[in-house]
T-cell receptor
Framework: QSALTQPASVSGSPGQSITITCTGT?????????VSWYQHHPGKAPKLIIY???DRSSGVSDRFSGSKSGNTASLTISGLRTEDEADYYC??????????FGGGTKLTVL | QVQLQESGPGLAKPSETLSLTCTVS????????WNWVRQPAGKGLEWIGH???????NYNSSLKTRVTMSVDTSKNQFSLKLTSVTAADTAVYYC?????????????WGQGTMFTVSS
């Protein structure tokens, strides 16, 4: 099974908002409200930021929000900060009882 | 505060077996799904599979012929074996805790351990 589709990179300036999309099929993203998002700084452990499409993990800033429409889930980061620069991955449950990651998106804060 | 720590040999030759263990501290291994995830250099995260505390497993279809996961509740550990490794298996390997349902997100992660396949 191929990875969920994410843009390879997105960029924004401090204070701006950006959205990262995660596109799958009706057998994964579109079929379940079990999409999560992870922030990954190189050399560190990935960190859960959003689960169940739109719920923020404990301690995560409300600048991070998640949503879903059809087969596409989205992560929006508002009020961009330099520390938000990282790789972001979506993860979805699938009809096979497994999970699958997106290909990852590199966020650059200019 | 639950913490996870991966351990195991960091190097193997082609065709050998990768064996990693994840030790859970600060909490019980019972009633959770425990996952293995890897990341080759310059590439994205790949889910390898999960094991429930009862021993029930589910694997990534692309790896399932080579993967075996096990759990030792007495030691609060779970393990990964990957047979017939090649250079393509060189990666940072992470263990992660899911929830009580197989679709739950990964709330806790280990720091990761580098595994290299080289002759």
């Amino acid at each position: 099974q191929s990875a969920l589709t994410q843009p390879a990179s997105v960029s924004g300036s401090p204070g701006q908002s950006i959205t990262i999309t995660c596109t799958g099929t009706g057998s994964d993203v579109g079929g379940y409200y079990y999409v999560s998002w992870y922030q990954h700084h190189p050399g560190k452990a990935p960190k859960l930021i959003i689960y169940d499409v739109s719920d923020r993990s404990s301690g995560v800033s409300d600048r991070f929000s998640g949503s879903k429409s059809g087969n596409t889930a989205s992560l929006t980061i508002s009020g961009l900060r330099t520390e938000d620069e990282a790789d972001y991955y979506c993860l979805s449950y699938t009809v096979s009882g497994t999970v699958i990651f997106g290909g990852g998106t590199k966020l650059t804060v200019l | 505060q639950v913490q996870l720590q991966e351990s195991g040999p960091g190097l193997a030759k082609p065709s050998e077996t990768l064996s990693l263990t994840c030790t859970v501290s600060g909490g019980s291994i019972d009633s959770f799904y425990w996952n293995w995830v890897r990341q080759p250099a310059g590439k994205g995260l790949e889910w390898i599979g999960h094991i429930y505390s009862s021993g029930r497993t589910n694997y990534n279809s692309s790896l399932k012929t080579r993967v075996t996961m096990s759990v030792d509740t007495s030691k609060n550990q779970f393990s990964l074996k990957l047979t017939s490794v090649t250079a393509a298996d060189t990666a940072v390997y992470y263990c992660a805790r899911g929830g009580g349902r197989k679709w739950d997100a990964f709330h806790v992660w280990g720091q990761g351990t580098m595994f290299t396949v080289s002759s």
